[in-house]
């Protein structure tokens, strides 16, 4: 098992930036593709980023391409995302995910085996 917990969240304004952090413990960190995921009031939780176990390969949201990068430290078993030009609409509770080496495609949270508690991140327009 691995256990995943989100910090980085808060409140900020319009046009700002944050940095999402998520830490890992447990079984060996680095075989694992790590996904964020969001998930505002009312709304089904949606794909933001991921990234391989290989740091090879990251996939984006159309809305957040071009202004969230996602990156990964082994060493530090930490994975981030990085959040410029927030918009109102980037309101959610954010969610890191760990999938299996073989876990499916993922842009799908049916890939991932392990979430972290959330973080919110709160953007005033």
């Known amino acids: 098992q691995v256990q995943l917990v989100e910090s980085g969240g808060g409140l900020v304004q319009a046009g700002g930036s944050l940095r999402l952090s998520c830490a890992a413990s447990g079984r060996t960190f680095s075989i694992y593709n790590i996904g964020w995921f969001r998930q505002a009031p009312g709304k089904e939780r949606e794909f933001v980023a991921a990234?391989?176990?290989?740091?090879?390969?990251?996939y984006y949201a159309d809305s957040v391409k071009g202004r969230f990068t996602i990156s990964r430290d082994n060493a530090k078993n930490t994975v981030y995302l990085q959040m410029n030009s927030l918009k109102f609409e980037d309101t959610a509770v954010y969610y890191c995910?760990?999938?299996?080496?073989?876990?499916?495609?993922?842009?799908?949270?049916?890939?991932?085996?392990?979430w972290g508690q959330g973080t919110q991140v709160t953007v005033s327009s």
């Open positions: 995910a760990a999938a299996e080496p073989t876990g499916g495609v993922l842009t799908t949270t049916s890939a991932y085996a392990y």
């Open positions: 990234i391989t176990w290989s740091f090879v390969i990251k």
